[in-house]
């Protein structure tokens, strides 16, 4: 049975997936067996004395290692366990070989998992093989990297069922900022179907939201009064002002890849920060175009992975079971060939046999008849 696991390791929260045979969203009129197994921790590490790591735990004593996911960021944070100096791709490699381990050691189907992990799309090639590298130096070398945008467009083919070429914009609004990116969806895809290029921005999302809440509410009053100087009516009104404004972003995205918004067919909406229903609804109204989000937006991202995952191991199970079919006919084809050889053999040595009593007893013929004729001379 197939079985795939993805991984998106945010600056905020990492997401592990696993995604078994029906996982994902089954056909019309069957029924859907197993849902995803889902895992949402800190992205955070600590290290014991003994240098062995954790994910997501704030220790008692020392202090957790932070803001280290985001590689283009030259502030990012290094670590030294011991006589070891960690880059920040060594960080996530390392926070990958933690969730795999326990994912490995809870599932019987161990190494026949695929495993893929994400990145985020504005990566430079120096990035990720940088990323690969730091994975290649923890033995996980067989991992998958696939960048955020894709994986969320392989969730809404799967969700959504086969989709018609054309272009979806995934609108990734996470803890730390905005991402947008265009994606070619449907047949024909090419192998990078990003358009365009990904655009950032941490003007927008959770943080920044927060901090807009903060000022509305007035910094001069101590954080525990924040919630309570801000009523629901007031945070969702602030939130429409805040997505509002992030159009811009999406417009700018829009005029790199020298298209416009009519030439879009959805709207993905994925990230943490993207649960609210204000967020959906605000970007249907400015943006006049299908708006899909999925029941929990911060793991859309790391299902797609998942299920790119499990096809990656359904097609290495195939070309086993290819292999193992080439080889059984092989052998049928030898010991055919070696039984054909072996009747032939018997038939020539039947032959052989025949042939050579018949040479014998023509020769004891001619030597009677020799010996007949003495005796009568």
Not at 230 to 256: F, G, N, P
Not at 302 to 310: E, K, N, S, V
Not at 354 to 375: E, H, I, K, N
């Amino acid at each position: 049975m197939a079985v795939g696991l993805g991984l998106s390791i945010g600056t905020v929260n990492t997401v592990s997936v696993l995604a078994e045979e029906g996982s994902a969203k089954a056909p019309p009129g069957r029924r859907k067996t197993q849902r995803p197994q889902t895992i949402t921790r800190r992205t955070t590490l600590a290290f014991d004395s003994t240098g062995v790591a954790r994910v997501g735990m704030l220790p008692r004593h020392g202090r957790a290692v932070t803001e280290f996911a985001d590689l283009t960021q030259p502030s990012s944070t290094w670590a030294r366990v011991g006589n070891r100096a960690l880059a920040p791709a060594d960080l996530v490699a390392t926070v990958a070989k933690c969730l795999i381990g326990e994912v490995l050691e809870d599932h019987p189907a161990g190494g026949g998992i695929g495993i893929a992990m994400t990145y985020p799309a504005r990566y430079a090639d120096e990035q990720v093989d940088s990323l690969r590298a730091a994975l290649e130096g923890v033995e996980l070398g067989r991992v998958a990297l696939v960048a955020e945008p894709v994986a969320a467009a392989a969730w809404l083919e799967a969700d959504r069922g086969p989709l018609m070429p054309g272009l979806a914009l995934v609108y990734d609004l996470g803890g730390a900022g905005l991402d947008v990116t265009l994606v070619r969806v449907g047949a024909g895809c090419p192998r990078n179907p990003i358009v365009g290029v990904s655009l950032r921005s941490t003007e927008f999302g959770g943080r920044a939201f927060g901090a807009l809440v903060a000022e509305h509410a007035g910094q001069a009053l101590p954080s525990s009064s924040v919630s309570q100087s801000v009523t629901d009516a007031t945070a969702d009104e602030l939130r429409a002002r805040h997505i509002r404004e992030s159009v811009q972003l999406v417009y700018r995205c829009l005029r790199v890849a020298d298209v416009t918004m009519a030439d879009v067919d959805c709207v993905l909406v994925v990230g943490g920060a993207a649960r609210p229903a204000e967020v959906a609804a605000v970007l249907a109204d400015e943006l006049a175009r299908p708006v899909i989000t999925a029941p929990d937006p911060e793991r859309t991202i790391a299902d797609g992975a998942a299920l790119l995952g499990r096809r990656a191991a359904a097609a290495a199970e195939a070309a086993a079971e290819q292999r193992r079919i080439r080889r059984r006919r092989a052998r049928r084809r030898a010991a055919t060939r070696a039984l054909m050889l072996s009747r032939r053999t018997r038939r020539r040595l039947s032959r052989a046999v025949v042939v050579a009593g018949v040479w014998t007893t023509g020769l004891g013929t001619s030597l009677l008849a020799a010996g007949d004729g003495a005796l009568m001379s």
